[in-house]
């Protein structure tokens, strides 16, 4: 009898250890893909904001103001938090995109992207795009081309197989694991941020034809810093996703080039006329939408009406 007792007790023991085992490993797996992933999964809107804005302090008070009119008047029920670094805004743009199975702009489809790089190079004489920066690689090198073409290849197939899935489901499994690919991400920035530069080249020559231009690029070029294609890269797109992300003028060309349109809602701005910026033109409203959530105009996240 005792040993029967003594048996007991030890598979009691043991079990109670392999219960704790298993929800210790659970939880350290749960933490290893929660981090390896750049966009979070939908999380309570007044949930997310009651746990960081805690106290009274005015600007605590402010945000749990601004988030609740964001609840009650703009229907916002939950939010993806996104990493918080300089490829925030290119993150949660693209993510939104491929989610929603937003099909590749017209003028991509029509236009061999491939072979941007070379045209500029060659046909229209931008030799200095060979002075182009990777964001946080650094890189420099002879072989700029052929990694922006490396890029853009990366981001046209990515899109064009995730935008073929009319499954929500599935669509949204695949954007989970390929927004937790760091490298494959990091391509994918990169090609959207050339792809501004080859816009903004594109109308830095209209502007010199005197042929019309969206109204913001004449914002972009006034600026000491962007007077002209050259200085917009070196001074604007080599640092972004190193030591910078997306000026608000930038919001306007991320839209533009890739054919969408981007509202955002800058808790900062809470009962101001700014609270809700639209970035488009008044002729694009037939473009497809994404929204970002912002507290400091430098990092996003994705708001949502409903899972």
């Not at 229907?75 to 670094?85: L, T």
């Not at 990694?147 to 929500?168: A, F, H, V």
């Not at 070196?234 to 608000?248: E, T």
Request: proline share 3%.
């Amino acid at each position: 009898m005792p040993l029967l007792t003594a048996a007991l007790w030890y598979c009691r023991q043991l079990y109670t250890y392999l219960v704790h085992l298993l929800k210790w490993w659970g939880r350290y797996l749960q933490r290893k893909f929660t981090k390896s992933r750049s966009v979070l999964a939908e999380a309570d809107l007044l949930g997310y904001c009651a746990e960081k804005w805690t106290g009274e302090a005015e600007q605590a008070q402010k945000m749990r103001e601004a988030y609740e009119d964001l609840f009650w008047r703009h229907h916002v029920k939950y939010i993806r938090q996104v990493r918080r670094d300089n490829y925030c805004v290119l993150r949660a743009v693209l993510f939104q995109i491929f989610n929603q199975g937003i099909p590749l702009p017209p003028w991509m489809k029509a236009t061999d992207v491939l072979k941007l790089p070379e045209k500029l190079l060659y046909s229209q004489g931008c030799n200095w795009i060979q002075q182009y920066s990777f964001g946080p690689e650094r890189y420099t090198s002879s072989h700029t081309l052929g990694k922006l073409r490396k890029c853009i290849d990366t981001l046209k197939n990515q899109w064009m197989e995730i935008s073929r899935i009319k499954d929500p489901y599935e669509r949204g499994n695949l954007c989970s694991a390929l927004f937790g690919d760091e490298s494959v991400e990091h391509q994918m920035y990169e090609a959207v941020k050339f792809i501004m530069l080859y816009q903004v080249i594109e109308a830095y020559e209209c502007l010199n034809n005197k042929e019309r231009i969206p109204g913001f690029f004449h914002h972009l070029f006034m600026r000491d810093t962007s007077l002209d294609p050259l200085s917009y890269m070196i001074n604007h797109l080599n640092s972004v996703g190193d030591k910078r992300g997306l000026d608000q003028v930038d919001l306007f060309l991320l839209g533009y080039s890739l054919e969408v349109k981007i509202i955002v809602y800058r808790l900062s701005k809470f009962n101001s006329k700014d609270f809700q910026v639209n970035y488009m033109e008044a002729y694009q409203r037939d473009w497809h939408e994404v929204s970002l959530l912002t507290e400091d105009d430098q990092h996003y996240h994705i708001p949502v009406t409903q899972i």
